[in-house]
């Protein structure tokens, strides 16, 4: 008897969920592309045999992961509340279409931060996410994760920032990603600052993708 496609998706969710606490860092940017791995077996294996799968697949986000700088310091975390405008990014998923964007922290009554991403299109409405924060170093504050999607987070690393808090560099665990972010929407202002932070802490910035106006 062939399952239903709402059985099939509870499969996979479940199967995904049961690994999420082993891996916090699942990379959001690829976790489509493992849906997509999932989504033919599943219509076909049992639960059991589905969880194998996402078992085998795990290694391979691991394999990925590289050493990323440590953040340079501790951060106010009401001084970098606001709305900060991306100057340049490494490629990522989520935003292949963006032509600019930027993102607001809000502190919020219980003491954490609402955020929201906003990337704007050349054509089309702007997309918008609306992630749940959580500071993972108390006290430093320059970790943080996001949550965008159930169990789908993303840790952030504030790598370094401008000492009057104009600039900041912003990266992940991994090392793929890498966003460089301005206060001010003028994005030629800091723009040399940034890169050549960026450059000194071992990325490549001649893979940087340029918003508009930078």
Known sequence: MIPCARERRRERLSALAAISPKWPNIDLFQALAVFQALAVPARRLKPMRTVTLVAVLAPLWLALIAAAPEPARPIDLQKYAGRWYEVARLHNKI?????????????AEDGGFKVVDACLHAK??????????????????????????????????????????????????????????????DLQAHKAALVARARSLG?????????KGA
């Open 95 to 107: 935003e292949e279409e963006c032509v600019d964007a930027q993102v607001t922290y809000t502190p």
């Open 203 to 211: 990325y490549d910035t001649s893979k940087l993708i340029y918003d």
């Open 124 to 185: 089309g409405p702007p997309k918008l996410y609306h992630p749940m924060m959580k500071v993972l170093d108390p006290g430093t504050n320059a970790k943080f994760r996001l949550t965008f999607f159930a169990f789908i987070s993303k840790d952030y690393w504030v790598l370094d920032y401008a000492p009057d808090n104009s600039w900041v560099v912003l990266g992940e665990p991994t090392g793929k990603y890498l966003w460089l972010f301005s206060r001010t929407p």
